[in-house]
C-alpha cells in the first residue's frame, strides 16, 4: 500500500529525510514518533503527493487518499457542511443515506450538530479541527494520513472521535504523526520511533494488547 525506498529529501544544504526505508501495508495503522523538525510533516507531504521535489522512490496504491493536516485548512467561503462534503464534489462521489447516517453520527460524536450552518471564522479552533476530522474519513478514503491531528481537541472529544474512528473504519491504512504518547496505541499497530533530527534510523515496536507506553519512555531517553 505504501512504500519508500532510500527516501531522501533536502532543503538547501539541510538533510531532513535519508535514505528511508519503510512499508506499509493496507490495513495497517503505523504512528510515526520522532523529535519537532524531523521531517515529519515533510514526509506526508511526500507520500501524499504534495512534495515531488525528493530523490529515491515512492509507492502509494490507492484510488482515494486523504490528508488531515495540524491545522484545519477549511474554505473560509464554505460553512461547516459544505466543507465536509466538499471531497464528495471533488471525486464525484455519490451521497447516499448511509453515507448522510454516518454524517450525522461524526457530527453527535464532534458535537457539531448545532454548528453545520456557521462558517469557519465563527467556530472555535477545536471545532474547526473536528470538521477537518470529519470530512478526512467521511468519504471512506483506503488511506488516510494524519499530522498530529489532535492538537487543538480537548481530551474527551480525543478519545471519543478516536473509539469511533476504530470502530467505524477499522479497514482503512492510517499513517499517523503525533507528539502525545498516549495517543500511540489507540490508534496504531506499529510505531516507528526516530530519535535523530532527521529520518533516517529508526525502532520498529509492534503494538498490541499488552503494550507498555514505558518501553517508548525507555526509548526516547537512552
Known amino acids: 500500500m505504501i512504500k519508500t525506498v532510500g ?22 495503522k503505523l504512528t510515526v514518533f520522532a523529535p519537532s523538525g524531523a521531517g515529519k510533516t515533510t514526509l506526508i507531504h511526500i507520500l501524499n503527493g504534495l512534495d515531488k521535489n525528493f530523490s529515491g522512490k515512492i509507492f502509494v496504491k490507492s484510488k482515494l487518499t486523504s490528508t488531515i493536516f495540524q491545522e484545519p485548512r477549511l474554505f473560509n467561503y464554505m460553512n461547516v457542511r459544505e466543507n465536509i462534503f466538499f471531497p464528495f464534489r471533488l471525486n464525484k462521489i455519490n451521497i447516499d443515506d448511509k453515507i448522510i447516517s454516518l454524517y450525522h453520527k461524526w457530527l453527535n460524536i464532534c458535537e457539531l450538530e448545532d454548528y453545520e450552518k456557521y462558517y469557519p471564522h465563527q467556530i472555535s479552533g477545536g471545532m474547526k479541527q473536528k470538521t477537518a476530522l470529519i470530512r478526512g474519513y467521511l468519504f471512506n478514503p483506503q488511506i488516510i494520513f494524519m499530522d498530529e491531528p489532535f492538537k487543538s481537541i480537548d481530551i474527551r472529544s480525543k478519545y471519543n472521535i478516536i ?48 503494550f507498555d507506553l514505558q518501553e517508548i519512555y525507555d526509548n526516547i531517553i537512552k
Do not use: A
Open 163 to 210: 473509539k469511533f474512528i476504530k470502530n467505524y473504519y477499522n479497514d482503512i491504512t492510517i499513517f499517523f504523526t503525533t507528539h502525545n504518547l498516549d495517543e500511540i496505541p489507540m490508534l496504531s499497530d506499529k510505531l516507528l520511533l526516530f530519535k535523530d533530527k532527521k529520518l533516517y534510523k529508526f525502532k520498529e515496536i509492534n503494538i498490541n494488547k499488552d
Open 7 to 28: 527516501l531522501t529529501k533536502k532543503f538547501n544544504d539541510k538533510t531532513v529525510i535519508y535514505d528511508l526505508n519503510l512499508t506499509l501495508n493496507k490495513g495497517s
